[in-house]
């Protein structure tokens, strides 16, 4: 009776490392081999993401508000 409890255990043992490594190796995620970063199985398939460039000077109104206000009290200054 142990025998087959034992025996049964090592089934379900095996069992389920079989299934936990083929749901690691489905899931397609990136992973470090190596100090490489390769991409997952599906990156030809994966939607692209684009963003669009924006401004390369994020504070761009900031700026001209600023230089406005600058030139303001500049002409004041003159009288």
Do not use: H
Request: with cysteine; proline share 5%; glycine share 8%.
């Amino acid at each position: 009776m142990k025998a087959k409890l034992q025996n049964q255990r090592c089934w379900t043992c095996l069992a389920t490392g079989l299934m936990l490594l083929a749901g690691i190796a489905s899931t397609g995620c990136q992973v470090e081999l190596g100090g490489q970063t390769l991409p997952s199985p599906y990156y030809l398939t994966d939607d692209i993401q684009y963003y669009a460039p924006g401004p390369e000077f994020v504070l761009a109104r900031e700026a001209a508000a600023m230089k406005e206000q600058a030139d303001a009290d500049e002409s004041l200054s003159e009288f």
